[in-house]
């Protein structure tokens, strides 16, 4: 009895401290509970600080972007007031007659930052001085009725209307071909490319005639045809035309057919760069591609034809990411910087195919060698400014232009000369070099020179120059050749005229970069001449003599009227935002390519190994 009393009590003891442990346990466990909850209630509001945070910084890096953006288009607008002011002639005279006279009172200059002088009539006086501002700003509507950089609604509908013609007369008489004969009102055919609507392609885009452009898109996907070119055809204008056409249609559209027919012409194309240095042969056969060069060249190969390919192969290589496609092309513009010169900057238009040297000592910055000093600058602008070679070829070209080849006339026009093959200066001007004009111009506005006065006074004068030369025929259109000797001063030495677009094309530029309302006056004279002479029942023809007010037509609408003249008409009477020179770079047809802006460094590095970068 006692034993069992005494078990019962041992196991009582027992079983109370097995309870008091598991009380204590139990006690444990939910403060490990309790802890755990924290714990998640904490992690939770950690993850919700972090949530907070990033939504912070994110709003913080959107507020940085949108200052970024904000200061962007403050400096865009500083630059657009910088670059609108403008050159007022006879009336600048009276505008500063009237600023003279706009004195601030003198109540004005003691006038302290903490409180307004008692003897002032602070509004008063605000009202006197706005006052002659609005004075002033009248002066200024009478010298231009437009405000700077805003479209001219109705001189660049007129445009359109003419571009509309000479579309609609080749859509009816030459579609498919390369360029319609408005007189015979038939086709002419060279390249056998349908030419005309390639060239055509970007200015349907920007003139938004969308249902002919997508009209030519669908010709070009089903129709052209590359392989079956036999005929030899010149290698220089297919890059330039066909090339240059089918790029600045996708630039715009985006659209693959445009870049995939860029291809295959490339390609084919890059097989006539095979002479003994790497130069392009004169013509090339598209189908079987052989290239050759005209037996009464005696192997000699133009400077112009093999230094104006570069853009349009650079821009296909990057937008491919295809080190092949500019090679070859780019590798030229190494070749000529190193060749010996006869003059600093300035390079002879011939080259032998097999020495690689210089044939004579003709010099032009008109036909033979004009486009290619205008590529050196296009080079650098397209490449955002980063290779530092181009620029540098154009100043030293631009300055031996101004010490051997820009002299005056007795009269004052200042003009562009050339050298013939034996050395000996001609005073003389081509129509094909009144583009220098708007190039010398361009490397003012983009920094491409140091003097950047001097260059835009050159382009400007050059450009007064082709203008006159217009100015004194009596069709009012300008020669392809004329004479600035002192007793036949603007002469037409060669007195026709083919549809040119270089006069204009520096009238759209120089009205781009200074703003100065002569530029949209002299374009819109050339035009009503071109409306008045040029215009025929089917499109429009060239002139046999643009002195004669009778003269002849020559019954051809070459293609680039369509794709350059007619553009840059249209072009000066848009706003400025229609294809801004800081976005975009004309090729020498006026095909418009986008501005590559990416770093050097993040380029292909075998795209990028072939620029001349110092």
């Known amino acids: 009895m006692v034993l069992s009393v005494y078990l019962f009590f041992a196991w009582s003891s027992q079983n109370a401290s097995y309870d008091t442990e598991k009380a204590l346990m139990e006690s444990e466990i939910q403060a490990l509970a309790q802890l755990l909850d924290t714990t998640k209630s904490s992690k939770q509001q950690l993850l919700l600080d972090l949530h907070k945070s990033e939504a912070q910084i994110r709003q913080t890096n959107s507020e940085i972007k949108n200052q970024a953006e904000q200061l962007l288009e403050q400096n865009s607008m500083l630059l657009d007031l910088a670059s609108g002011m403008i050159s007022f002639d006879e009336k600048l005279q009276q505008v500063v007659a009237l600023l003279k006279d706009v004195s601030i009172p003198q109540e004005f200059n003691n006038l302290k930052m903490e409180k307004s002088p008692e ?11 706005t006052e002659k501002i609005k004075i002033l700003e009248n002066e200024v509507r009478k010298v231009s009725t437009l405000p700077v950089g805003e479209e001219d609604t109705q001189k660049k509908e007129a445009v359109k209307k003419a571009f509309e013609h000479a579309w609609n007369s080749y859509k009816k008489y030459a579609w498919g071909k390369d360029e319609l004969r408005p007189i015979s009102k038939d086709a002419s055919n060279w390249l ?141 513009f190494k070749f000529l910087d190193e060749l010996k010169k006869p003059l600093p900057g300035l390079y002879p238009v011939h080259i032998n195919a097999d020495s690689g040297n210089f044939q004579g000592q003709q010099i032009s910055f008109g036909a033979l060698g004009d486009s290619f000093y205008e590529y050196m600058i296009k080079l650098w602008v ?40 034996r050395g000996n200066f001609e005073e003389k001007m081509e129509h094909l070099a009144c ?94 001449a071109l409306e008045k002479h040029c215009k025929t ?78």
């Open 537 to 614: 029942e089917a499109g429009y023809a060239g002139l046999r003599d643009v002195n004669s007010i009778r003269s002849t037509p020559d019954d051809l609408q070459q293609s680039f009227f369509l794709a350059e003249t007619l553009k840059y008409l249209y072009l000066i009477f848009c706003d400025d935002t229609v294809i801004p020179l800081d976005q975009y770079v004309f090729n020498t047809e006026a095909h418009p390519l986008g501005i590559i802006t990416k770093p050097l460094p993040l380029w292909n590095p075998e795209i990028r190994k072939q620029l001349l970068e110092k």
């Open 192 to 332: 056998n490319m349908g030419l005309t609507i390639v060239d055509s392609l970007d200015t349907l885009w920007i003139m938004n005639m969308k249902e002919d452009f997508k009209l030519a898109r669908d010709w070009i996907a089903e129709e052209l045809d590359f392989s079956t070119a036999t005929t030899p055809v010149s290698l220089f204008e297919t890059v330039i035309r066909e090339l240059g056409g089918l790029l600045s249609a996708y630039e715009f559209s985006r659209d693959r057919v445009f870049l995939d027919k860029a291809e295959d012409l490339a390609v084919r194309l890059l097989k006539g760069f095979t002479t003994t240095y790497g130069l392009p042969y004169t013509t090339i056969n598209l189908a079987h591609g052989t290239g050759t060069i005209p037996s009464w060249s005696h192997k000699s190969l133009v400077l112009s034809e093999m230094g104006t390919v570069q853009l349009e192969f650079l821009y296909l290589a990057y937008h491919t990411n295809n080190a092949t496609y500019s090679k070859l092309p780019l590798q030229i």
């Open 382 to 421: 397209l490449t955002d400014k980063q290779t530092e070679g181009y620029r540098r070829m154009f100043e030293e070209s631009g300055k031996g232009a101004l010490e051997h080849l820009v002299r005056t006339n007795p009269s004052g026009f200042r003009y562009l000369g050339q050298q013939d093959s």
């Open 435 to 528: 583009f220098a004009g708007g190039m010398f111009a361009l490397g003012s506005q983009t920094g491409a020179v140091k003097d950047t006065t001097q260059f835009l006074e050159l382009g400007a004068d050059l450009t007064k120059t082709c203008h006159n030369a217009y100015d004194h025929t009596a069709t009012k259109i300008g020669p392809e050749v004329f004479s600035m000797t002192p007793s036949r001063e603007f002469f037409p030495q060669v007195p026709y005229y083919i549809l040119r677009p270089e006069t204009v094309e520096s009238y759209f530029v120089l009205w781009r970069t200074t703003k100065d309302p002569k530029y949209r006056q002299w374009a819109w004279e050339a035009f009503q």
């Open 119 to 129: 003897n002032v009539d602070f509004k008063k006086e605000f009202e006197r001085f």
